[in-house]
């Protein structure tokens, strides 16, 4: 390897679903002459879809190698043994660029770090986007001014350390899949419910078989049903199952984890979004269209800025006034477009930015 070389790595440890908002920048920094770009994986499905990934973006043979791991390690906690078993792998780099953050370990293993990046895997309000550990970066990418601000103002970065690039996952699955894909065998208009994971503040065990049962009795609508890739991750088979059999409904597809619920075949192909606190409402919200949000009634959330999407469409506290309100969204969606806007602006970045380019750009700059 050339002297003038550096080398960067893009490390995917946090799952399937972080993909599309860490490893597109791989094929933009490679067509930077004076960098080598290394995308580390830890199994072989994660390495085909990054290949694929890649392919479609246009770079040929990129350099994907699957990170091993001490079995032992590994029944203690499976991402901290791909860190330490590869520590010297990891170090011997100019710049490591990841999507989450339990790999800030690596800050107290008593040596340097290469240039250590994190780009957001979301642009969601929740206080979970909002960790600590991002003050253990040297830089953080975020998609847009609004978490740029917070950050700062919890003392987690500073202007010179935060860095407003856009996000990545619309521009690359619009880019790669510009038509808008048709899901159902009819022309009704189409729901999609991503309830999240976290137990505090999903609405799925509050309302998710009550809205199950509406969703069956309501055969003039489609409803895509697909939480997010963790909140089924471990379910059993019994616990899938009565979940699922609502799929035997035509108007009904049930998704409890399929590469479609993060490859936004979903976010594209619906007409009104039902959600809680999920990012996902900002790959729905490309351009405004009709939201509705349900969460229990003691949730505290105006003026909140955990919630500040919540303000995008009307907010319910029960499955039959989801029901009217799904009823009502397009007619009520004049009130809110404006918001929605200005709402999406502020946290995913200007429409007709490209934010792989802006991210790696951000890199090099970074490394120069």
């Not at 309302?207 to 609508?221: D, I, Q, V």
């Not at 405004?288 to 009307?314: L, M, N």
């Amino acid at each position: 390897m050339s002297e003038s070389l550096k080398t960067v790595g893009l490390l995917l440890l946090g799952g399937t679903h972080h993909i599309l908002h860490l490893v597109p920048m791989a094929a933009e920094l490679s067509k930077d002459e004076t960098l080598e770009v290394i995308v580390f994986v830890t199994s072989a499905q994660e390495r085909d879809i990054c290949a694929s990934l890649l392919t479609g973006l246009g770079m040929a043979g990129a350099d994907i190698r699957i990170l091993k791991a001490n079995p032992i390690l590994r029944m203690i906690s499976p991402k901290l043994a791909i860190l330490f078993s590869n520590l010297r792998r990891l170090k011997r780099l100019d710049a490591l660029i990841v999507a989450e953050r339990t790999s800030t370990i690596l800050r107290f293993t008593g040596r340097r770090l290469p240039l250590f990046i994190q780009t957001q895997h979301g642009a969601g309000g929740r206080i979970g986007g909002y960790d600590l550990r991002l003050r253990h970066f040297d830089h953080v990418l975020v998609p847009g001014e609004k978490d740029k601000i917070r950050l700062i103002d919890m003392g987690l970065v500073s202007e010179e350390t935060c860095h407003v690039t856009g996000l990545m996952k619309p521009f690359v699955l619009r880019t790669l899949n510009p038509n808008r894909p048709k899901l159902f065998d009819n022309d009704q208009p189409t729901v999609l419910y991503t309830p999240h994971f976290t137990d505090a503040q999903t609405s799925w065990n509050e309302f998710g078989r009550e809205l199950l049962e509406k969703f069956a009795a309501t055969p003039e609508m489609n409803f895509i049903v697909a939480p997010h890739i963790r909140l089924f991750k471990d379910a059993t088979p019994e616990r899938r199952a009565p979940i699922e059999a609502y799929a035997q409904y035509p108007n009904i597809i049930v998704d409890l984890g399929s590469p479609l619920t993060t490859d936004m075949t979903y976010t594209l192909g619906a007409d009104i979004y039902l959600g809680d606190v999920s990012s996902q409402v900002y790959e729905f919200l490309w351009k405004p269209k009709p939201c509705v949000f349900i969460g229990s009634e003691d949730t505290d959330w105006q003026g909140s800025a955990d919630y500040t999407h919540w303000r995008f469409g009307r907010v319910c506290h029960s499955a039959q006034a989801v029901m009217e309100a799904l009823a009502a969204a397009q007619d009520d969606h004049g009130q809110y477009r404006e918001m929605q806007t200005y709402g999406a602006l502020a946290s995913v970045g200007r429409p007709d930015w490209n934010p792989v380019a802006r991210a790696a750009k951000t890199v090099r700059s970074l490394l120069r």
